[in-house]
């Protein structure tokens, strides 16, 4: 696995190491379900915990009503485990300037997301980091970024108020 | 056959002269074209901040939040904090209303059930709720309002008060009105539904609703207060807001649903 590269928005996360997957505690990343597209994330995923786990794409389905992304992940007993990570709908990523390329097989990723519900490979992916550090995010409802700019324009505001 | 052409002239003439003073009555707001949300475009400008904290919220709840952004007192919130404490707001005032009948399904309810996973086009008020763009289309006799996704297009009738006597549907029936520069569409025969899956609001058979549509003054904000009157599941009416923004520069996206969510 890569080194964990956790985001400034983040830094305050606890850790946690669980099955070869970094799990995180259930009080932090205060991504709520404010507003999210489509059904409800608590369907399939536990909505109050987040791992982390590195892969390598080998395929990024653009579609609707969220794009996919499957990955191969090497496990603790270094066998390799088929995973998939469901983000926002290709419409919006595609307002939000990807391309059907934006990943590629062979890509080394890191995925912050929601595990889930019933124990099984998938994750709702909030942020996905490259190598290089750079965040592509793309998570369902762009939650991630949403937060970002709302923290920026909320300093904005506090500082204009006052 | 000259005679006969030049009546169709004349009444072409006369329809496009009706249509073009009905839309440019200045008692009607204009609400033709694209509409988005805070979800689809978060950084758009036009938003101010307590639209960019909002929601599909009670008005208590805007309250709420506009004390919490305005008193300096709470500047050591993050913003993912002070959006937490919205929701948590927003989520009791609606749980507030609860029926026993709305408690006991509530209780009940499973999200693994949505059938939308499936694929299945939401309904009226599940439409009406969501984030995704609308394209608003206004004509003399209607209002067509065309959504992406799961969400479902809708037609409004603008040349009628009364609704048909037919059993309920996941549309229901919709006709309009303006009231000075508001649009206001009152929607019936709605079948149980999903309304609103994050907030956990599901309609009986026997809801009803209006929406307000109002235009900012400069036209670029459109606000829209929902009332959702459900005697079976809300022991009040149901009062939701939320903003949207004109945005002419996005269009309505056809998009076919591919995956099914939470299967390999």
């Given at each position: 696995m890569l080194p964990v590269n956790l985001s400034p928005a983040n830094s305050r996360e606890s850790l946690v190491m669980k099955g070869g997957k970094l799990v995180l505690g259930s009080c932090v990343l205060l991504i709520s379900t404010l507003a999210q597209p489509h059904h409800n994330p608590a369907a399939?995923?536990?909505v109050d915990e987040r791992i982390e786990i590195v892969g390598i794409v080998t395929e990024f389905r653009p579609v609707n009503p969220h794009s996919r992304i499957y990955f191969d992940v090497n496990n603790e007993a270094g066998n390799t485990e088929a995973w998939m990570a469901e983000g926002d709908s290709i419409i919006n990523l595609r307002r939000a300037g990807w391309t059907n390329e934006q990943l590629k097989p062979g890509d080394r990723i890191n995925i912050l997301g929601r595990p889930s519900r019933d124990g099984s490979n998938l994750i709702e992916w909030t942020f996905i980091t490259m190598p290089d550090g750079t965040e592509v995010g793309g998570g369902n409802g762009q939650?991630?970024?949403?937060?970002?700019?709302?923290?920026?324009?909320?300093?904005?505001y506090r500082l204009e108020r006052n | 056959m000259m005679m006969k052409d030049r009546t169709v002239v004349i009444l072409a003439w006369i329809l496009l002269n009706t249509a073009s003073a009905v839309a440019q009555n200045s008692s009607n707001p204009v609400l033709a074209?694209?509409?988005?949300?805070?979800?689809t475009s978060f950084n758009h400008s036009a938003w101010d901040i307590f639209d960019l904290f909002g929601c599909n919220c009670t008005p208590e709840t805007y309250d709420y939040l506009r004390g919490l952004l305005q008193d300096p007192a709470n500047d050591h919130l993050s913003a993912a904090e002070l959006q937490d404490m919205v929701v948590t707001f927003n989520?009791?005032?609606?749980?507030?209303l609860l029926t026993d009948e709305g408690r006991r399904y509530e209780d009940v309810y499973d999200h693994a059930d949505d059938p939308s996973i499936l694929c299945e086009p939401f309904g009226v008020f599940r439409t009406i709720?969501?984030?995704?763009?609308?394209?608003?289309e206004q004509t003399i006799d209607r209002i067509v309002i065309t959504t992406e996704d799961l969400a479902s297009d809708r037609t409004i009738y603008m040349n009628t008060r009364e609704h048909p006597e037919v059993p309920p549907t996941s549309l229901g029936h919709s006709i309009g009105w303006y009231e000075d520069s508001t649009l206001v569409i009152e929607t019936v025969g709605v079948s149980a539904n999903i309304a609103d899956d994050n907030l956990g609001i599901h309609n009986s058979s026997q809801g009803t609703s209006i929406e307000r549509y109002t235009l900012s003054p400069d036209g670029r904000k459109l606000h829209l207060l929902f009332t959702l009157t459900d005697p079976v599941r809300y022991s009040a009416p149901l009062t939701l807001e939320r903003m949207r923004i004109f945005t002419p520069e996005v269009s309505i996206e056809n998009a076919p649903c591919e995956s099914i969510s939470g299967q390999f």
């Open positions: 399939h995923y536990l939650q991630g970024e949403r937060l970002r700019m709302l923290e920026e324009r909320l300093t904005q | 074209g694209v509409w988005s949300s805070t979800v989520r009791q005032a609606i749980n507030d709720l969501h984030n995704d763009p609308i394209h608003i």
